[in-house]
């Protein structure tokens, strides 16, 4: 049947312009790539730039643990720290077993002078990550900063023993070590 059947000429003009359609359209949106533009942003310290991409991240997978915990950086960069606990907390729902979304959310406890909070979640980030110096650093400051000098003398003496050239951890366990002696 003649009627129903395409000549060739309408055929190939038919396939033309699909796929002219096709690639005229825009490319897919890809959480993973709005999250690393986010990073990209971070790195370069445009914090208020990085929220927007990981926003869009999230609103593309809004169960995406990692476009959490970008964001959460870039509050936490920003001093917005119930953002950044908010989004860590997502963080964590999403990823329960990233010791860093802990570790960052407890920085920001930290910044708030929650420091029983900042504990704690150091110690979650440690349990999961036995052997970051940086995270016993950490938590030795939050104990610092609750006048526990033993036991942030053992957490700095931890992170030196991790890592034995770790200046920061060396000056803060002086600092603690000192601050003992002194009875502060």
Request: aromatic share 14%; net charge neutral.
């Amino acid at each position: 049947n003649r009627d129903s059947a395409y000549s060739s000429r309408d055929w190939a003009s038919s396939y033309q312009e699909s796929q002219t359609r096709t690639s005229a359209r825009e490319p897919e949106k890809r959480p993973e790539d709005f999250i690393k533009r986010g990073d990209h942003f971070v790195n370069r310290e445009d914090y208020d730039e990085a929220i927007g991409e990981v926003t869009e991240a999230i609103r593309l997978d809004p169960n995406n643990g990692s476009a959490y915990s970008k964001r959460g950086r870039a509050y936490l960069e920003k001093d917005e720290y119930d953002r950044a606990i908010a989004d860590y907390n997502q963080a964590i729902k999403f990823s329960y077993y990233n010791a860093t979304n802990y570790n960052n959310r407890g920085h920001a406890y930290y910044y708030k002078k929650e420091y029983d909070r900042a504990i704690a979640d150091y110690t979650q980030a440690l349990r999961l990550n036995p052997n970051d110096a940086m995270i016993y650093n950490n938590r030795g400051n939050a104990y610092y900063s609750t006048r526990n000098y033993d036991r942030a003398i053992e957490d700095y003496s931890q992170a030196l023993t991790l890592e034995p050239n770790f200046p920061v951890a060396k000056k803060n366990l002086d600092a603690a070590r000192n601050a003992k002696r002194q009875g502060w």
